[in-house]
């Protein structure tokens, strides 16, 4: 099984918000996208790297609402209020060649294997039964691309390229140890945090302007459940 990092994945309440959001920060135009039917949302996306891929994604406005929680928290309210106050740089994708023995060797849930598609393009992605964001957002959502070729390799080269993930976790070895079952990602590196601070993550994007940042701004605290 291989895993690797596929896609970051920034979240608005409205799309030409996050699309302005993402511009400002990254100093580029991003290409339109398109519209997931069955998860009620629309999305944009830009190369930025051999096989991955920045998607901004927002709820549909024009679509039917969906029969279950979409994907990414966006039915949650704490996840919207976050949203309305700003887009947000929400969470990342893993590839893996297979997903069944991913979700097999994952030593927590993270959903169950669901066929989605957009236009021409087919997947299948681990969802959560209540499309909450895992750990806050600070484990990935796992995906299996349908297609013969990474659907990156057909975006526009805006000569943007991930220079690597880093995590910023209280509980470092509880949420490093997850990842190596499944793994290891590349491109992935975890930093500690004190243990009463909230977790966070930022991408490190080199650009014709320069390494740009894209930093999650405070919410859920993404830490391991408490049992009892």
Partial sequence: MRTRLDHIVIAATDMEQGVIWAEKRLGVRV???GVHETMGTRNHVMRIGEEMFLEII???????VPAKPRWFGLDDPA??????RSPAFLGWVANTDDLDAFLDAAPMSFGRATPVSRGELNWRFALPSDGRLLAGGM?????????GSHPALAMPDLNCRLLGLDIYHPYPEWL????????????????????????????RIDTPEGVRL??????????PPHRG
């Avoid at 997850?178 to 500690?192: N, S, Y």
């Fill in 31 to 33: 290409p339109r996208g």
């Fill in 79 to 84: 996840v919207r209020e976050r949203l309305d």
């Fill in 58 to 64: 927002a709820i549909n406005p024009d679509g039917p």
């Fill in 139 to 147: 484990l990935p959502y796992a995906i299996q691309w349908q297609t």
């Fill in 176 to 203: 490093g140890g997850i990842l190596e079952a499944v793994g290891p990602v590349d491109m992935v590196e975890m930093h500690p945090l004190p243990p009463m601070e909230l977790p966070r993550m930022a991408a």
């Fill in 214 to 223: 894209l930093e999650t701004m405070p919410g859920a605290c993404g830490c």
